[in-house]
């Protein structure tokens, strides 16, 4: 039986992880799906993007990945003291790109601007942000998330 990540990681240690994402239900990932014959291989390159983009915003190092037909392998390095040396304007940008405003799907700049400048205004919020982007469990979710919602797109979620 597996075990919540909240139990198995310490938020504020660095260390190296190799999680695993499956889907449910006999969903398919990517590939062609044996039941319906539908292919879904279009969403691997969705995943791959995601991947590397939360590499990019998280305190995370990426040291492999891989794909398969019903679940994801990803091997981690979490490091929240490099999130803690970040200051507020680095993490606000992060969190914002991480989240950002977006009207009928589409990305707000002046709307992202205005809420940077919002949560830079509320120290309470932009340490929450700036917790949540050195931890493991919401390097995950912000993979999995927008995926299980039929592709990598942003979430309304901030």
Known sequence: MTSARSLLVDPESPGFYHCISRCVRRAWLCGLDP?????YEHRREWVEQRLLEL???FAV???AYAVM?????????INPGAAAAWSDE??????IRLFPATVNGDVDQEACRT???TLLGNAERLALCRQRLGNLSWFMRSLNEPIA???VRSSNVA
């Open 35 to 39: 039941y319906n014959g539908t292919s």
């Open 90 to 95: 680095e993490v606000a940008a992060r969190w």
């Open 69 to 77: 037909s019903n679940h994801v392998h990803v091997v981690v390095r």
């Open 149 to 151: 919602g039929e592709g």
């Open 61 to 63: 190092g990426l040291y």
């Open 115 to 117: 809420k940077e400048q």
């Open 55 to 57: 590499a990019e915003i």
